[in-house]
């Protein structure tokens, strides 16, 4: 795979603006507390359905917490460093490789990768995950056979921390004192 011309990385980046919009108008709605009744009125699926119904509970959950905002910006602060520590850590296993790749292509490729692999067609986002990197970095300019090594590699760190943390909880989940786990 080579280099795509300069046209569809410019439409990409223009999906990429739009939904990014989109995506704050859905934001700013969802902090408006006339939208669930709205919904329940106008589409009949939030009324008569158990998806639509959790659907408008979770958003009245939601709205309840603009009584904290200070909990709310918290949350949203430490989600924004997750994520950009995700992406920093995917950058840095690529330039391990000697992978050649500017940072703004990670912090293009990786969020969107993310949530395609939200979707829940496979045990874990595996193989999703990697046709993702496959594809979305190809359309950046970075071969298939490099996509592939940083979406394995990072797959690995992932387990590898994640069986850490459960031995971890094996062999000390009992030293932790009942108040504190409740």
């Known amino acids: 795979i080579g280099v795509y011309s300069s046209k569809l990385q410019s439409s990409i980046i223009t999906h990429v603006v739009i939904s990014s919009l989109f995506f704050l108008v859905l934001a700013v709605a969802v902090h408006l507390e006339a939208i669930p009744d709205l919904?329940?009125?106008?589409?009949?699926?939030?009324?008569?359905?158990?998806?639509?119904?959790?659907?408008?509970?979770?958003h009245r959950a939601f709205l309840k917490f603009k009584k904290y905002p200070g909990i709310l910006i918290c949350s949203f602060f430490f989600s924004l460093v997750l994520q950009v520590i995700r992406v920093v850590t995917i950058y840095i296993t690529a330039c391990a490789f000697a992978i050649n790749a500017d940072i703004v292509t990670f912090f293009i490729v990786v969020p969107i990768t993310v949530i395609i692999i939200m979707i829940p067609i496979s045990v874990g986002g595996l193989g999703v995950r990697e046709g993702a990197f496959v594809s979305l970095f190809g359309l950046m300019g970075i071969s298939v056979n490099q996509s592939f090594l940083i979406s394995g590699t990072n797959s690995v760190m992932v387990t590898i921390i994640g069986l850490m943390g459960g031995i971890f909880y094996i062999f000390y989940k009992n030293k932790i004192p009942a108040e504190a786990r409740s």
């Open 39 to 58: 919904l329940e009125k106008k589409i009949p699926f939030f009324t008569t359905h158990t998806l639509g119904k959790k659907l408008i509970g979770m």
